[in-house]
């Protein structure tokens, strides 16, 4: 049997972490909002843990009558035996945002004693708990998106622990102050997506308007209504398919940017001629048009392959290519590929490009374009490189939820 000590651990600790029950630390609550002391109803977010519906959703979805609810007091924890993808196991949260709160009399709400709280926290940021929580769970248990385990099999649940409350309080503060981190960064990424939102309803003519809410310095006058077709220009470099393979060019619906893969020797297309994707192009899925399966190409995609339903379209020279990705990709323009795309739902619904070559967009001159398109691709290089620090927290956390938990 492997000894039960951690792969890290703080310098001064030593000997075999010992296996315990929760009961042994946990005393079950079962105290009703009766009095209805809090009209809080939580819900469990990945990133902000116990969080109230209201905060979550901007409403509340539980039931109108709160006084069957469980009412949870700061410090402690509930378990959700809701499952997803994020909590295949349900999840186990402590109440830190607020005095109060309550939680649906499915949870299992409960309060730690004799050991460090945040080091309890911690634990259960782990997947080192999953396999008791599978053990306990009856036959059948995930019927209805819950898991069908008791009170008593939760609290029955076995778990290691430092001999020290000193070695709990070290990993616990040190986990608390990464979330703290964690939690920072997920506003920072926040808040620029709330920044590039408010400028992209600024800087754009809204509804009616023929101008812009906001002018960058040194721009005026109105912006000139233009059809696409006035815009861009169809683009065609055609080769034959290769059949020792090919990094292939997809379009992600809703907007989303390209994506690439390649494809092996043996799984060629059946056609005999290809187009060779070039960065600064509009391209379009035909088939998913209507989902605004559409980008502007970008360095990385240049000379990727692509069949015939994936038409590409080059700007004129008056037009900054860079600035039609945040003019074009929009609920507007989504809109007119749907009804530019007749047929019904899938494969049927194919896009007129005739049709998509009709829309009307307004434009400023090239300089007032290369202005704007250069201050949202800052902030998206902003944006790229603080989700990529958050990326890296993430990652250094779990790395050390799984070295310092045994």
Known sequence: ??????????????????NCTLSNYANRITRKNTSLESDLVMTISAHHGLISQMNFFNKRIASTNL?????????????????????????????????????SNLYIVFEAHNIDSDFLVTYY??????????????????????????????????????????EQKNIGSLFKEISIQISSQIEC?????????ALLTSLFPQGKEKQPRLRLNGFDGGWEE????????????????PHDGYERLGIRSHGKGTFHSYVPKGAELETARMSVVRANNLIVNITFGWELAVAITE?????????????????????VPLFFRYSLINNRFRKHL??????????????????????????PSQEEQKAIADLLTEYDRLIQLNEQKLEKLRNLKQAMLDKMFV
Request: aromatic share 12%; with cysteine.
């Open 1 to 18: 049997m492997a000894n039960k000590v951690p792969e890290i651990r703080f310098a001064g600790f030593e000997g075999e972490w010992r």
């Open 67 to 103: 006084g069957g609810y469980y009412l949870m007091k700061k410090g402690e924890f509930t378990y959700n035996k809701s499952y997803s993808s994020a909590y295949p196991w349900g999840a186990v949260k402590r109440l830190d945002r607020y005095e109060k709160g309550v939680v």
């Open 125 to 166: 940021d782990t997947n080192k708990w999953y396999k008791e929580v599978a053990i306990r769970a009856k036959e059948g248990a995930r019927n209805h998106g819950l898991l069908n385990i008791s009170a008593d099999d939760f609290l029955s649940s076995s778990f290691s622990i430092p001999l020290t409350v000193s």
């Open 189 to 197: 990424c926040e808040k620029l997506q709330r920044l590039k939102s």
């Open 226 to 241: 233009k059809k696409l077709g006035e815009i861009v220009f169809s683009y065609l470099e055609s080769v034959d398919t």
């Open 299 to 319: 360095s990385q995609d240049e000379g990727k392959l692509v069949s015939h339903r994936f038409p590409q379209f080059a700007f004129n020279n008056d037009n």
């Open 338 to 363: 749907t009804l530019a795309s007749p047929g019904s739902a899938g494969r049927n619904r194919v896009l007129k490009i005739d049709k998509m070559l009709e829309y009307k967009v307004l434009v």
